[in-house]
């Protein structure tokens, strides 16, 4: 019975997400996505170099690309990830060709907003991507598993097997990259913030905030919270699932109202503009 249930509401939560796609094709969810990925390779590039992605396809540079104050380690990771997050860029754009739309205006600073909220007051010093390995790893914490439950929740959206694989294969990548991101910040957990709160608080704060805002944009019965701290109840949980350790996914408002840092309508946060495509 339990099975069932689960099973239901999981079919429900992906019908929801069906009719409300009708009206958009492949190369909107694609598109939608795209938007994400320029996120994120613009802030790892800027944390590992200073400097924004190449923008191919034209569109506003970022504002607040600054290069992190990090570790070789820390570095090495977002040298790393930002070449992931670059090939994401490019393989989307290849696949959708002329279709795929330009950069929208990204602001990085926002990470600072975010924190903000997620605290509940006003942080001092300002909580910046660049300042630190901890803040560095706590905003890629804040993108990456967003970025995971994106593309699980529109990979049963696209009817083309063709863009299906591929969707699915980057799906999995932010998948590997939340967990190195997750287990990292775990390690460290105990490690002071400079902000009252150890790291596993701050993550877990963190992680409440995108779970709070995810449900206030949810359409369904209960609300899709959908995101799960380093930490439950004082327990390890480097894997954030759902019943039976199935991934947790977010429809694109949700997903919207994350970055947008409030509501899915009201464009702000990291996108001042909104994301480009139809499905903004």
Do not use: W
């Not at 997400?17 to 996505?33: E, K, L, S, W």
């Not at 795209?34 to 923008?55: K, Q, W």
């Not at 694109?252 to 001042?272: D, H, K, N, R």
Request: contains cysteine.
């Amino acid at each position: 019975m339990a099975f069932q249930k689960a099973l239901l509401s999981l079919v429900t939560v992906l019908l929801v997400g069906q009719c409300a796609a009708q009206a958009v094709t492949d190369a909107d969810i694609y598109n939608f996505a795209l938007n994400l990925e320029y996120l994120e390779a613009n802030f790892y590039h800027c944390g590992a170099y200073g400097t924004p992605i190449t923008n191919n396809l034209g569109g506003p540079d970022p504002t607040g690309c600054t290069m992190g104050a990090y570790s070789d380690a820390v570095h090495n990771l977002f040298v790393e990830l930002a070449m992931d997050e670059m090939d994401h860029v490019t393989g989307i754009q290849t696949y959708l060709g002329a279709a795929a739309v330009a950069q929208p205006q990204i602001n990085l600073s926002a990470v600072t907003a975010a924190a903000n909220a997620a605290f509940g007051k006003t942080l001092s010093p300002p909580f910046t991507y660049q300042a630190n390995d901890i803040t560095g790893l706590l905003s890629s914490f804040l993108f990456e598993d967003v970025g995971v439950t994106a593309y699980n929740g529109a990979a049963p959206l696209i009817s083309s097997k063709t863009l299906l694989a591929p969707a699915v294969g980057i799906g999995l990548v932010e998948a590997y990259h939340a967990g190195i991101i997750r287990k990292t910040l775990f390690d460290m957990m105990s490690t002071p913030t400079g902000y009252g709160v150890n790291v596993g608080m701050a993550a877990n704060t963190i992680s409440s905030l995108r779970g709070n805002v995810s449900a206030m944009a949810s359409m369904t019965t209960p609300p899709n919270f959908a995101d799960q701290g380093i930490t439950t109840n004082g327990v390890e949980s480097l894997v954030p699932t759902g019943p039976y350790n199935i991934a947790f996914s977010r429809t694109p408002a949700e997903v919207l109202a994350i970055v947008y840092l409030g509501s899915a309508s009201t464009p702000g946060g990291f996108f001042p503009a909104g994301v480009n495509g139809i499905i903004h």
